[in-house]
């Protein structure tokens, strides 16, 4: 069998919140090779290539077509998955991430009912879970959340035949939950974002190569800022494997991996949540989970500030919410770097 991954944040860019990254993983018998959106420019690779062991396109939205979809249908209850930016807003809701955080998670029979469980769910045994913020010592957050449990439980049942069906395994979902002050020390300590990031991103591809346990893998993450040279950072976080350069560019960076109980192929590649199932169900999860902690956290708030108007923590809105929210939190001599971050 070989093992399709794929990792993706939510929360890089904020003023607010929490950066989360997460992973998922398939095992499956026979790679299902296909294009599923890719951009064959001059600077990627040729269809020839795109064919060759090395670089499959592993386009599982058409291996589980009958129960996942990419576009949102009110006549179709399949499992919407995709880029959770298209997905998530405010006047959507949750409804589309929860439906398929919670159903995947309820196919491999790990059902949740709270936002403490997901988390405990979700984190890797080696790093801990998030510092509790004091916005989380109140009331927990039930789950779900917008979508009906029966519901859950038919869209995780519909999934878990299907995968049955196709000779399919989900192997699981697990994130990186970073909390502002956690990611102000990661600026601290590596001086920019795009190295804060990858911590989580590695740890994550660690979690990946031992899933695969010595079968084949193959790892997409969603290429963020300007890097286009990950070797070095494979190799760290991959200690003892070999590190090949099979590609890098602007928009697709890929790496042979090679070593004891490993053999796997690495790519980063821009938007490739639109083209890789692992990555669009990543983001989803990541996004998911991040906007679970802002209820906690506008909830927090609220209750302290009045006629505060919830926010997503983005950077004009972010400053706003500060605006309105910090003679509270002066007066309650919370530190700015627990809410902040820096960059």
Not at 8 to 20: F, T
Not at 44 to 54: E, H
């Amino acid at each position: 069998m070989t093992l399709i991954a794929g990792i993706d944040e939510a929360g890089y860019g904020p003023l607010l919140g929490p950066l989360v990254v997460s992973a998922t993983a398939f095992c499956v018998e026979e790679l299902p090779v296909a294009d599923c959106g890719l951009r064959n420019d001059n600077e990627l690779i040729s269809k020839s290539a795109i064919r060759s062991p090395q670089s499959e396109i592993d386009c599982l939205w058409r291996t589980l077509a009958p129960v996942v979809t990419k576009t949102p249908n009110r006549h179709n209850d399949s499992v919407v998955v995709g880029d959770s930016k298209r997905l998530y807003s405010r006047a959507i809701g949750l409804k589309h991430l929860e439906a398929a955080a919670l159903a995947f998670l309820g196919a491999i029979d790990k059902p949740v009912e709270s936002r403490e469980a997901i988390l405990t769910a979700l984190s890797l045994d080696d790093v801990p879970e998030p510092g509790a913020c004091p916005w989380h010592t109140g009331p927990g957050l039930a789950l779900p959340v917008e979508v009906e449990s029966l519901t859950i439980r038919y869209k995780a049942a519909r999934l878990k035949s299907q995968l049955a069906a196709c000779g399919m395994q989900f192997c699981g979902v697990k994130s990186v939950v970073s909390s502002p002050q956690e990611f102000n020390a990661g600026i601290r300590r590596y001086g920019n974002k795009a190295r804060t990031l990858f911590e989580s991103v590695g740890v994550l591809l660690k979690w990946v190569a031992g899933c695969a346990a010595g079968r084949r893998f193959i790892a997409h993450v969603d290429k963020q800022g300007g890097r286009d040279h990950y070797a070095d950072l494979l190799a760290e976080f991959l200690p003892g494997a070999t590190i090949q350069i099979v590609l890098e560019s602007r928009r697709i960076s890929k790496y042979s991996v090679s070593g004891k109980d490993l053999d796997g192929v690495v790519s980063f590649a821009m938007d490739s949540e639109d083209e890789q199932l692992p990555v669009a169900l990543a983001s989803m999860c990541s996004k998911y989970l991040r906007e679970l902690d802002l209820i906690l956290f506008n909830r927090f708030w609220q209750a302290r500030v009045p006629n505060l108007r919830p926010t997503a923590g983005y950077a004009e809105d972010g400053r706003r919410f500060l605006s309105q929210v910090w003679p509270a939190m002066q007066a309650a001599g919370l530190d700015p770097d627990m809410i902040v971050r820096t960059r």
